[in-house]
């Protein structure tokens, strides 16, 4: 994976720690925000393709914070990471507007394979139209 700006999106050291130690081994550079207020202000001076936001921070503006960053042209890709596997609360984030819904901890696995479908989607599909047939 080359290196993307990944934005993380939690008041939680252990949950921007634990992210960003997995996005930075995939090659994705994490820029930390603690609040929707910072993320919403990092995001309009320095805009990102991808952001993993924890649905436990304190100022609860995450549905906001999803419908400001994923509206197009230039729409954010949102992942939702939560404590809660809840199929509901999936569902609701997904319509939206968010990417995706990790329950969190997730494996490393997990993290990267979410970061490469949307910061290489593009790539994956130039790769496979032009390979001979």
């Known amino acids: 994976m080359s290196s993307h700006d990944v934005m993380i999106v939690s008041h939680d050291l252990a949950t921007q720690q634990g992210l960003a130690s997995v996005l930075g081994r995939c090659g994705c550079f994490p820029i930390v925000a603690t609040s929707m207020q910072e993320a919403l202000t990092i995001l309009d001076r320095h805009p990102v393709a991808l952001v993993f936001y924890s649905d436990e921070s304190p100022d609860e503006g995450i549905e906001n914070f999803i419908r400001h960053a994923s509206r197009p042209p230039d729409g954010t890709s949102v992942v ?54």
């Open 80 to 133: 939702v990471v939560s404590r809660l596997d809840d199929w509901k609360r999936y569902i609701h984030f997904l319509q939206l507007g968010a990417f995706d819904y990790v329950v969190y901890p997730a494996h490393g696995d997990e993290i990267e394979r979410v970061a490469r479908a949307v910061l290489h989607h593009g790539e994956v599909y130039k790769v496979k139209a032009g390979a001979p047939a």
